[in-house]
Structures are given as C-alpha cells and as structure tokens.
C-alpha cells in the first residue's frame, strides 16, 4: 500500500508550515503547536514524532498518522585516525549511500550524497563503476544531514558549518531533488548559502540553473583534465557537454556574481599529470578566476592507476601560483576508512555483505582502456 504520509524532511520549511497549521486547524489546536513542531524538525533534529515531548501524546499520535520523519538508519560507522567520520546509511528500500563528517579546524564539513550510484561512469571513480541505482529525494538528501548533526552532537561535534554535495551521485542530474534540498538546508536548518558547495563533472543545463538561484551557493567543477580528449577518456559526459560548452557556462555562472567557482583536478601518475597540462589548467582557471583544489588520487579496485608523485603536484601548484592562480593541494582524508567517494559502498558490494545485492563486475561501468 502507498504510503500517504507526508515526510516532512523533503519539504521547504513553508510548505512544511502550510501543512501543519492546516492540520492543527483541522485538530482545533493552537497556532502555536506549528512553531513547537517546527522546532523539533528543524532545531532539535529530532528522530521521530514520538521524540516532540512538549506536544501532548494524543497530538504526537494524530501527527505520527498524516507525516513521517523518513529517517535512514546507520548500516556502518567508520571512523578514521584524521578524525573523519563515514557513515553508510540504509535507505528505506535498502538502497545504500553514503556521507562523511570532515571536522578540520574552524569547520565541519559534511559531503552528501544526492543519487545511489552514478551514470555519469567516470573512470577514475569507484561510484562511477558502481553503476546507477537510483535517484534520492529531496528528503533522502536532507537526512543525511540530520542524522550526520545528530551524531555529531551525540559524539561531541559542534554543528555542522559546511555542506558539499560530493558523495555518491551526480547533483546536477538529480535537479528536482536537489534544488528543494538546497533551500531546505538553508532556509530550514540555517546552513549559509556560501557555506554549501554543489559539485559537478560539467552538467551544463545544471549548472545555468544554478546561476539563476538568488542565493549564492558555491560549486565546484570536477574539471581532471584541461583539453578535451583526455578529458573524455576519464569522463564520458565530456563528450555530451564539451570543455568548451562547460567554460562557456562558468562564464555565466561567474557573470551572476559573487560566487567563487572551484576546480577539482584529481591527479592521477601519467594520465592527466604532464607537465604542459599545468599551463592548460592556469589558463582555464583564469578565465573564470577559479579556486583549483589539487587532490592525489585515491586509487580504486577497478584500475592500476596511482596518485602523481609528490614533485609533480608541487610543479602544478607553483605553475598555477606563478600565474596567479589561487590553489591548494588538498590532503587526502579519511583513507583508512575508505573514505572518497564511493568506495565504502564498493568494498561492501565487493565483499558480498550489501543486501541491495549485486557483484559491481556485473554493473554497468566504464569499459576499460
Ligand atoms: N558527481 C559529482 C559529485 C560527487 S564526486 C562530481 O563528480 O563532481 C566528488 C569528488 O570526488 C569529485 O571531484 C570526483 O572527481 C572525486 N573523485 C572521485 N573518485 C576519485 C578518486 N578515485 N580519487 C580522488 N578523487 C575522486
Ligand atoms: Fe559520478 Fe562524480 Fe563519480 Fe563521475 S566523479 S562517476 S559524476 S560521482
């Protein structure tokens, strides 16, 4: 039977306000009972209907029949020496994704997850081979952070600062759950727009979207190579949406304003290393002043490749600094744990433990070169 229940994560916190005081109306029930509600939704994160104490138990039990608080449950949590922290959650329906608190310094950052798997098949990464399962709902995306801010609280985290939409999934083809799920996170829980970041491999109609939202949510762009035939050969989107096509985006998302853009360049030993691609990529990153994150690539089970050697991210870093390039060479987190993207979920499909089933050699992947 469908349920009808409306989860009340995967709403705008107006809509959720719309739907609560029609129902405490309905119950002849004060005004005030929306705020409570409220509250425990987007406050206190709350668990479940039953866990909202102030409201009486006869309150609890007439909300618990028209709502739901569709809540993941923790399959695995992997903590790291660095402190990082991976959880796997298990969907309702088993599917499984994932999410990683990054607690640095001044910041907690959490990256989510948006779909389970991918389709865009991107060779170098672990999620890519996995192959596509299904698209998450906006509430989906939404108790990530919840139950990640729970957990933290729980574990003697502060709140989370920063949001990146750089789990599992491409955001950019999973549009009707993302954009609630931005203004959910911001409206509802108070995450700045600037402090949440939507990465993405190139989806160009995507990204113009974005550039029309008012609020200045950050994104990162998975650039790897700055030419576009080696581009293709780690990212088969390319082919749809061209380098070309892809700078002709950022130019307009730079001309909305106001809003950095970063590039992501994984560095993989021999494939997008060469020295001259150094020059490449300044020139790319100038034409949109964007931020270049340089990242050792995480070697994954299906390909030999291995991380650029130190002296060759260095010659990057200070090729791009000469040419005024604003860069940072990001120290791989959380690899004891499995912690890039997609490869918990690759080593537990691997090891047969998934109840979603599947060998990942029998998944749709990229095909090998
Ligand atoms: N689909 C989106 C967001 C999720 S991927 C995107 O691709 O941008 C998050 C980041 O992890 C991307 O920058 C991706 O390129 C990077 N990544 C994937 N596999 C990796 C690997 N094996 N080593 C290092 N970075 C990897
Ligand atoms: Fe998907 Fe991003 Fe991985 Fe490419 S890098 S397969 S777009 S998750």
């Known amino acids: 039977m469908l349920n009808a229940k409306k989860d ?24 005030y009972r929306v705020e409570q509600v409220k509250k425990w939704v987007f406050e206190e994160c709350v668990p479940d209907i039953a866990g909202m104490t102030n409201l009486p138990v006869a309150e609890r039990e ?3 029949a028209a709502f739901s608080l569709v809540e993941p449950t923790a399959d695995t949590v992997s903590r790291s020496s660095d402190g990082t922290v991976k959880h796997l959650w298990r969907l309702a329906d ?3 994704v994932e999410s990683v608190l990054i607690p640095t310094k001044n910041r907690l950052t959490l990256c989510i997850s948006s779909q389970a798997g991918c389709a865009m098949g991107c ?3 672990a999620t890519g081979w996995a192959g596509f399962q299904r698209q998450l709902t906006s509430g989906e995306i939404v108790s990530q952070y919840r139950a990640s801010q729970r957990w933290g609280f729980e574990n003697g985290h502060g709140r989370i600062s920063n949001i990146v939409y750089m789990g599992m999934g491409e955001p950019l083809t999973n549009r009707k759950a993302l954009h609630p799920s931005l203004t959910i996170l911001n409206q509802g829980y108070g995450v700045g727009a600037r402090r949440i970041t939507v990465s993405t491999v190139g989806v160009v109609p995507g990204i113009l979207e974005l550039a029309e939202r008012e609020e200045q949510f950050r994104l990162a762009i998975s650039l790897h ?12 989107l390319e082919k749809r949406h061209s380098l070309e096509e892809l700078m002709a985006a950022l130019v307009r998302f730079d001309r909305a304003g106001g809003r950095r853009i970063t590039f992501e360049y994984t560095m993989i030993r021999g494939i997008n290393d060469a020295p001259r691609l ?3 990529l300044a020139d790319l990153a100038s034409t949109v002043d964007a931020f270049v994150n340089l990242i050792p690539y995480n070697p994954i089970p299906y390909q030999d490749w291995k991380a650029s050697r130190g002296e060759r991210i260095e010659e990057f870093r200070s090729v791009l600094e000469a040419r005024g390039v604003s860069v940072a060479v990001r120290v791989p987190r959380g690899r004891d744990i499995d912690a890039a993207c997609g490869q918990l979920r690759a080593t537990r499909m691997t090891s047969g433990v998934s109840q979603t089933g599947g060998d990942p050699g029998n998944r749709r992947g990229p095909a090998k070169k």
């Open 123 to 125: 060779t170098f990464c």
């Open 62 to 64: 007439a909300l618990d």
């Open 8 to 31: 009340l994560l995967g709403l705008p916190p107006h809509d959720v306000e719309a739907a609560l005081a029609e129902h405490f109306v309905v119950r002849g029930q004060p005004s």
């Open 278 to 280: 150094a020059q490449a």
């Open 225 to 236: 190579a700055p030419e576009s035939d080696l581009r293709s050969q780690l990212i088969p």
């Open 94 to 96: 088993g599917e499984l």
